[in-house]
């Protein structure tokens, strides 16, 4: 018996093929972040549905897992110190695959400090923000009559927006090179359009930060993570 097949997540989600990183995710902005990182590292992996309703992250199957009851988490069943790795929060999960295969982390110890500071910004700041901009905006807050919890997400969406558009004038790509940290900011980027609020927050108004996103979109690692794992399961 594999750690993974005595793992109690494995009850619930059994994995076909334990030699490989266990993904368990839902398409969601932060979900696709460690899809997108798996697909550019081309790192073996299995990756497992888990909606998002109580019946499943709050499963106790899941818990076991993730206390936080949150997608995603993963299983390495080939650790750093040679065990099987249980890691959930995607910033963490982004920054354990940048070190295990060496990519995707910058060239030289200044870089990857700015990948992981702006990892944070997206993790503490873009994340956050933009999920509760959604919730008031076209979710169950929109009918929520005080329009000031609104106006606080929108008006924090914008100065953030500001922020990425001040950083990409010189630069193709958040950090530097291409990094972990284009990963976990560009799909919470392209949420806005999902959340219909593309026109609320100006969005045309951030021109570098537009073609930043369609940029991300059109590499193919980054379409095939997009949709995984597949919403049909």
Same mark, same amino acid.
């Given at each position: 018996?594999?750690?993974?097949?005595?793992?109690?997540?494995?009850?619930?989600?059994?994995?076909?093929?334990?030699?490989?990183?266990?993904?368990?995710?839902?398409?969601?902005? *932060?979900?696709?972040?460690?899809?997108?990182?798996?697909?550019?590292?081309?790192?073996?992996?299995?990756?497992?549905?888990?909606?998002?309703?109580?019946?499943?992250?709050?499963?106790?199957?899941?818990?076991?897992? *993730?206390? *936080?009851?949150?997608?995603?988490?993963?299983?390495?069943?080939?650790?750093?110190?040679?065990?099987?790795?249980?890691?959930?929060?995607?910033?963490?999960?982004?920054?354990?695959?940048?070190?295990?295969?060496?990519?995707?982390?910058?060239?030289?110890?200044?870089?990857?400090?700015?990948?992981?500071?702006?990892?944070?910004?997206?993790?503490?700041?873009?994340?956050?923000?933009?999920?509760?901009?959604?919730?008031?905006?076209?979710?169950?807050?929109?009918?929520?009559?005080?329009?000031?919890?609104?106006?606080?997400?929108?008006?924090?969406?914008?100065?953030?927006?500001?922020?990425?558009?001040?950083?990409?004038?010189?630069?193709?790509?958040?950090?530097?090179?291409?990094?972990?940290?284009?990963?976990?900011?560009?799909?919470?980027?392209?949420?806005?359009?999902?959340?219909?609020?593309?026109?609320?927050?100006?969005?045309?108004?951030?021109?570098?930060?537009?073609?930043?996103?369609?940029?991300?979109?059109?590499?193919?690692?980054?379409?095939?993570?997009? *949709?995984?794992?597949?919403?049909?399961?």
């Amino acid at each position: 018996m594999t750690a993974i097949a005595d793992h109690p997540i494995s009850k619930r989600w059994p994995a076909q093929h334990p030699e490989r990183i266990q993904l368990y995710s839902f398409p969601t902005p *932060n979900g696709v972040k460690v899809a997108i990182a798996l697909e550019e590292m081309g790192l073996p992996y299995e990756a497992h549905l888990v909606a998002l309703g109580d019946e499943d992250v709050k499963s106790p199957e899941f818990t076991a897992l *993730n206390p *936080n009851g949150k997608i995603p988490a993963i299983i390495d069943p080939d650790g750093p110190d040679g065990e099987p790795l249980e890691l959930f929060e995607s910033g963490a999960i982004l920054i354990h695959l940048g070190d295990k295969t060496g990519q995707f982390m910058g060239r030289s110890a200044t870089e990857r400090a700015h990948v992981i500071q702006w990892l944070m910004f997206q993790m503490g700041g873009v994340g956050p923000m933009f999920g509760q901009l959604g919730f008031f905006w076209k979710f169950a807050g929109k009918d929520i009559k005080d329009p000031r919890p609104r106006e606080r997400y929108l008006g924090e969406a914008r100065r953030l927006l500001s922020v990425i558009e001040a950083q990409l004038e010189t630069r193709d790509w958040i950090a530097g090179p291409y990094s972990v940290a284009d990963m976990a900011l560009a799909p919470w980027l392209n949420a806005l359009e999902f959340y219909e609020a593309k026109e609320a927050v100006g969005w045309d108004d951030f021109p570098r930060t537009k073609a930043y996103v369609a940029r991300f979109m059109a590499r193919p690692a980054v379409q095939t993570g997009m *949709n995984m794992p597949p919403r049909e399961g």
